[in-house]
T-cell receptor, first 111, second 110 residues
Framework: TQLLEQSPQFLSIQEGENLTVYCNSS?????LQWYRQEPGEGPVLLVT?????EVKKLKRLTFQFGDARKDSSLHITAAQPGDTGLYLC???????????FGEGTQLTVNP | DAGITQSPRHKVTETGTPVTLRCHQT?????MYWYRQDPGHGLRLIHY???????DKGEVSDGYSVSRSKTEDFLLTLESATSSQTSVYFC?????????FGPGTRLTVL
């Protein structure tokens, strides 16, 4: 069974601060995805990384896939209250049709 | 948005009763999934389907069954609900490296 561990589980910061969320596994994944979930809704895809060492930027969010494709990080610069939510990483197998999800990081950005 | 709806959105039931949750999609996606979400566990796969009448078990399939008689509908059945099945259930579809999720069903088993 492939497992993904996210850290920290909870993070509460002030508006304007930077933060990093980590997603680690002992298994190699073909792809790594990050989703964001708001209360009462389903997760929504933020990004997919597929190449070891790949870095993708989405406005103030920077995603990195580890060289060995076992880990990933999400860095948010100058966090805003609108970034509040549950961030989930998910590792994909070769076909990409089946995902293994981490436990999630609950981020709260206080104004 | 993949046009995924789930029904009911909320349900309270008693231990031992059968429960069926419905997922409906309008995008003609081949793959569909049922997950449960619990604090500290993230999303765990219950069952998935890779086509009409083609289904397979996920990591937490005990106590659950599924059926898919049409591309657009994927049903999850709890044959005899238990309190450990109290959870939020999400349906999802997959296409081109992305899963699209429904709004979820909150199920409480008393």
């Amino acid at each position: 069974t492939q497992l993904l561990e996210q850290s920290p589980q909870f993070l509460s910061i002030q508006e304007g601060e930077n933060l990093t969320v980590y997603c680690n596994s002992s298994s190699v994944f073909s792809s790594l995805q990050w989703y964001r979930q708001e209360p009462g809704e389903g997760p929504v895809l933020l990004v997919t990384v597929v190449t070891g060492g790949e870095v993708k930027k989405l406005k103030r969010l920077t995603f990195q896939f580890g060289d060995a494709r076992k880990d990933s990080s999400l860095h948010i610069t100058a966090a805003q209250p609108g970034d509040t939510g549950l961030y989930l990483c998910a590792g994909g197998e070769t076909s990409g049709s089946r995902l293994t999800f981490g436990e999630g990081t609950q981020l709260t950005v206080n104004p | 948005d993949a046009g995924i709806t789930q029904s009911p959105r909320h349900k309270v039931t008693e231990t031992g009763t059968p429960v069926t949750l419905r997922c409906h999609q309008t995008e003609n996606h081949r793959y569909m999934y049922w997950y449960r979400q619990d604090p500290g566990h993230g999303l765990r796969l219950i069952h998935y389907s890779y086509g009409v009448k083609d289904t397979d078990k996920g990591e937490v399939s005990d106590g659950y069954s599924v059926s898919r008689s049409k591309t657009e509908d994927f049903l999850l059945t709890l044959e005899s609900a238990t309190s450990s099945q109290t959870s939020v259930y999400f349906c999802a579809t997959w296409t081109v490296n992305e899963q699209f999720f429904g709004p979820g069903t909150r199920l409480t088993v008393l």
